[in-house]
């Protein structure tokens, strides 16, 4: 058996895996989130999309976040806080630090991700860079990426979403 990839302690046959093969949706925010990490680690990129809130998937760049799944070592995954999200929410927000190594290089990805449940399924809606901001406003997926890059936010840091 599998360790799951989310870091549960679950084999993936038991955590992640019925939500990746379609069987069933998870139960709450942080449960899409988990499966969203694992989802990249064994290259489900249809997973990604197709849990992405609809409304938002026009800008979805498979061939970027295919690249990222690919080439990426998934090295773990940290849920640092939840608000909200549980199975009688309707919004929840996650917290996460997803660690990998690119090109030799170990790297974070820190986000606050932003869930929706809609007819009884959680969505992946956007996400913030780092932990949610308490007053200050959230990055568009239009808007420029805060890293400085230049380049709108979903064709930077904001591609895994």
Known sequence: MTDCPCGSGKTLD???????????TAPTAEALMRSRYSAFVVGNIDYLHDTLLPETRDDFDRKSVTEWSQTAEWLGLQVKSTEAGGEGDEEGYVEFVARFKL???EAVHHETGHFSKRDGRWWYVDGALGPRPRHA????RNDPCPCGSGKKYKKCHGAAA
């Open 14 to 24: 038991t955590c992640c895996g019925p939500y990746l093969a379609g069987g069933t």
């Open 103 to 105: 090109n030799g290089q």
């Open 137 to 140: 406003a959230k990055v568009g």
